[in-house]
């Protein structure tokens, strides 16, 4: 099965310069946990989840590092700690989305999608042609296919 058959296509998106109250309030209204972030053509520049918006009402993660012979050597850390910083402080969509979206286009397969949002940890897919949104793909979506089997 491919996502053109599972996808949803009457996707409500935020541009670039919506606050957080309306993006709260659009994820709130229609029941969904992350919302695409569209330039003004429709195109696909980042994503906002409700994880992005629980980091404003939390600390940072601290670095993880080890002290090896008195250094100190950051790993896995020091950019997730950036990026927290940077989200706790966010007044709009573009402070706090995430750019780099994980996407497919609507031939993909479904088995394909759902190796992306395990191995990422993510809930929903966008489905883009180049790079103008068509649609996203949500968990719910795949599990609605275990109904009608």
Known sequence: MKVEEV?????????????????????????????PVLSDG?????????????????????????????????Y????????DFKKLLAQKASEIMTEDVVAV???????????LMLDNNIKQVPVVDGSKLIGMVTRANIIRLLLNK
């Not at 996808?7 to 919302?35: C, D």
């Open 7 to 35: 996808m949803e296509r009457n996707v409500i998106g935020v541009n670039r310069n919506s606050s957080i109250e309306e993006i709260a309030a659009a994820m709130i209204e229609s029941k969904v946990s992350g919302l």
């Open 42 to 74: 429709g195109y696909l520049v980042g994503i906002v989840t409700e994880g992005d918006l629980l980091r404003l009402k939390t600390t940072p993660r601290l670095p993880e590092f080890i002290n090896l012979l008195g250094a100190v050597i950051y």
């Open 76 to 83: 896995r850390g020091v950019d997730k700690y950036n990026e």
């Open 105 to 115: 286009k609507e031939g993909t397969d479904i088995a394909d999608v759902v190796h």
